[in-house]
């Protein structure tokens, strides 16, 4: 993985074959990242997405193998059990130009990973809510 820093925010290249959320998170951990937001595209493989199912209170999982255009990340960092965790969302593109995503759980650069992280430098929380059943933003209320 290569990065620049610039102002409060990063580019970084995540390289083939590396795990993307794995390599965020740990550049986030190192960093004292605990509150941001994220964003990507690039050439993906070996994709985990979901969608969350309310009534169940789980995901539904899909995975995808093959190569994939990575049209869209985005995603936050906030504190999840006192480390940096990164929520995420994708679009990914395949080679007959039909679109699908959801919550990315982890993917794998097949050809180029280029994202940009902003730095907020405070900190935020997720906490669970157990309506929901997710760690939700823990936020000021208006």
Same mark, same amino acid.
């Given at each position: 993985?290569?990065?620049?820093?610039?102002?409060?925010?990063?580019?970084?290249?995540?390289?083939?074959?590396?795990?993307?959320?794995?390599?965020?998170?740990?550049?986030?951990?190192?960093?004292?990242? +605990?509150?941001?937001?994220?964003?990507?595209?690039?050439?993906?493989?070996?994709?985990?997405?979901?969608?969350?199912?309310?009534?169940?209170?789980? #995901?539904?999982?899909?995975? #995808?193998?093959?190569?994939?255009?990575?049209?869209?990340?985005?995603?936050?960092?906030?504190? @999840?059990?006192?480390?940096?965790?990164?929520?995420? =969302?994708? +679009?990914?593109?395949?080679?007959?130009?039909?679109?699908?995503?959801?919550?990315?759980?982890?993917?794998?650069?097949?050809?180029?990973?280029?994202?940009?992280? =902003?730095?907020? @430098?405070?900190? +935020? =929380?997720?906490?669970?809510?157990?309506?929901?059943?997710?760690?939700?933003?823990?936020?000021?209320?208006?």
């Amino acid at each position: 993985m290569q990065f620049q820093k610039i102002d409060n925010s990063y580019i970084v290249h995540v390289e083939k074959g590396e795990k993307v959320m794995e390599k965020l998170t740990q550049f986030c951990i190192d960093r004292n990242i +605990t509150s941001g937001q994220l964003s990507g595209i690039g050439a993906v493989k070996n994709v985990d997405i979901g969608a969350y199912d309310l009534a169940s209170k789980d #995901y539904i999982h899909k995975k #995808y193998d093959s190569i994939l255009e990575l049209l869209s990340f985005q995603g936050n960092v906030a504190i @999840k059990d006192n480390e940096p965790f990164i929520h995420a =969302h994708i +679009t990914l593109g395949n080679h007959h130009m039909e679109v699908s995503g959801g919550h990315l759980f982890e993917m794998e650069v097949a050809a180029v990973g280029e994202f940009i992280i =902003h730095d907020f @430098k405070d900190k +935020t =929380h997720r906490e669970l809510d157990k309506d929901i059943g997710l760690a939700t933003l823990s936020l000021c209320k208006i």
